[in-house]
Protein backbone atom coordinates (compact mmCIF):
# COMPACT_ATOMS: atom_id res chain seq x y z
CA UNK A 1 0.00 0.00 0.00
CA UNK A 2 1.31 3.36 -0.84
CA UNK A 3 2.03 6.21 1.92
CA UNK A 4 0.08 8.86 -1.01
CA UNK A 5 -3.56 8.79 -0.35
CA UNK A 6 -5.70 7.76 -3.42
CA UNK A 7 -9.02 7.16 -4.14
CA UNK A 8 -10.05 3.55 -3.32
CA UNK A 9 -12.51 1.91 -0.62
CA UNK A 10 -10.25 0.22 2.34
CA UNK A 11 -11.26 -2.66 4.14
CA UNK A 12 -9.43 -1.68 6.89
CA UNK A 13 -9.66 -4.42 9.56
CA UNK A 14 -8.55 -7.03 6.48
CA UNK A 15 -5.63 -4.97 5.83
CA UNK A 16 -4.07 -6.29 8.57
CA UNK A 17 -3.44 -9.39 10.77
CA UNK A 18 -2.77 -10.66 14.09
CA UNK A 19 0.63 -12.02 15.27
CA UNK A 20 0.53 -14.41 18.23
CA UNK A 21 2.14 -12.13 21.45
CA UNK A 22 2.63 -9.22 19.59
CA UNK A 23 1.60 -5.60 18.00
CA UNK A 24 1.11 -5.18 14.28
CA UNK A 25 1.38 -2.11 12.52
CA UNK A 26 0.76 -1.04 8.86
CA UNK A 27 1.29 2.28 8.10
CA UNK A 28 -1.91 4.10 5.65
CA UNK A 29 -0.90 7.39 5.03
CA UNK A 30 2.28 9.28 5.67
CA UNK A 31 2.52 13.07 5.64
CA UNK A 32 4.28 16.06 7.01
CA UNK A 33 1.02 17.01 8.43
CA UNK A 34 0.08 13.61 9.97
CA UNK A 35 0.16 10.11 9.58
CA UNK A 36 -2.76 7.01 9.54
CA UNK A 37 -1.88 3.65 10.96
CA UNK A 38 -3.22 0.51 11.46
CA UNK A 39 -2.78 -1.71 14.69
CA UNK A 40 -3.27 -5.64 15.46
CA UNK A 41 -2.93 -6.26 19.40
CA UNK A 42 -3.16 -9.59 20.46
CA UNK A 43 -4.49 -10.41 23.62
CA UNK A 44 -2.95 -9.06 26.69
CA UNK A 45 -0.35 -7.00 24.76
CA UNK A 46 0.19 -3.45 25.71
CA UNK A 47 2.07 0.06 25.08
CA UNK A 48 3.44 0.95 28.17
CA UNK A 49 3.07 4.87 29.70
CA UNK A 50 4.25 7.57 26.70
CA UNK A 51 3.22 11.12 25.54
CA UNK A 52 3.39 12.40 22.14
CA UNK A 53 3.37 16.16 20.85
CA UNK A 54 0.44 15.51 18.80
CA UNK A 55 -3.54 15.18 19.28
CA UNK A 56 -4.18 11.70 17.77
CA UNK A 57 -7.54 9.99 17.31
CA UNK A 58 -8.07 6.02 18.10
CA UNK A 59 -10.62 4.54 16.29
CA UNK A 60 -11.09 0.78 17.24
CA UNK A 61 -12.43 -1.96 14.68
CA UNK A 62 -12.36 -4.94 16.07
CA UNK A 63 -12.17 -6.31 20.14
CA UNK A 64 -11.93 -4.42 22.89
CA UNK A 65 -9.03 -2.43 25.10
CA UNK A 66 -8.19 -0.20 27.75
CA UNK A 67 -6.68 3.17 27.27
CA UNK A 68 -5.34 5.36 30.15
CA UNK A 69 -4.69 9.02 29.53
CA UNK A 70 -3.60 10.78 32.25
CA UNK A 71 -4.14 7.79 34.75
CA UNK A 72 -7.70 7.49 33.80
CA UNK A 73 -8.71 4.22 31.93
CA UNK A 74 -11.58 4.56 29.70
CA UNK A 75 -12.83 0.64 27.91
CA UNK A 76 -13.21 1.10 24.21
CA UNK A 77 -14.57 -1.63 22.07
CA UNK A 78 -15.60 -1.93 18.15
CA UNK A 79 -17.15 1.18 16.68
CA UNK A 80 -15.63 3.77 19.22
CA UNK A 81 -13.38 6.41 19.88
CA UNK A 82 -10.97 8.80 21.39
CA UNK A 83 -8.70 11.41 21.61
CA UNK A 84 -5.63 11.57 23.05
CA UNK A 85 -4.52 15.08 23.86
CA UNK A 86 -0.72 15.84 22.85
CA UNK A 87 1.50 16.10 25.66
CA UNK A 88 -0.61 13.96 28.04
CA UNK A 89 0.94 10.60 29.35
CA UNK A 90 -1.49 7.86 28.09
CA UNK A 91 -1.07 3.50 27.64
CA UNK A 92 -2.84 0.94 25.72
CA UNK A 93 -3.71 -3.07 26.88
CA UNK A 94 -5.35 -4.96 24.86
CA UNK A 95 -8.36 -6.40 26.89
CA UNK A 96 -8.72 -9.05 24.21
CA UNK A 97 -7.83 -9.07 20.73
CA UNK A 98 -8.38 -6.03 19.18
CA UNK A 99 -7.04 -3.78 15.92
CA UNK A 100 -7.62 0.24 15.62
CA UNK A 101 -6.64 3.00 13.55
CA UNK A 102 -4.26 5.53 14.89
CA UNK A 103 -4.29 9.38 12.73
CA UNK A 104 -1.83 10.97 14.13
CA UNK A 105 -2.01 15.34 13.68
CA UNK A 106 0.69 17.00 13.25
CA UNK A 107 -0.54 20.44 12.24
Known sequence: MSTTPTAQI?????????QEGA??????VKAETGNVTLFAFDAGQ???EHTAPFDALVHML???????????PFQLKAG???IMPANQPHALKATEKFKMLLTMVRA
Open 46 to 48: ELS
Open 80 to 82: EAI
Open 10 to 18: LPLASLIGY
Open 62 to 72: EGEAEIRISGQ
Open 23 to 28: IVSRVI
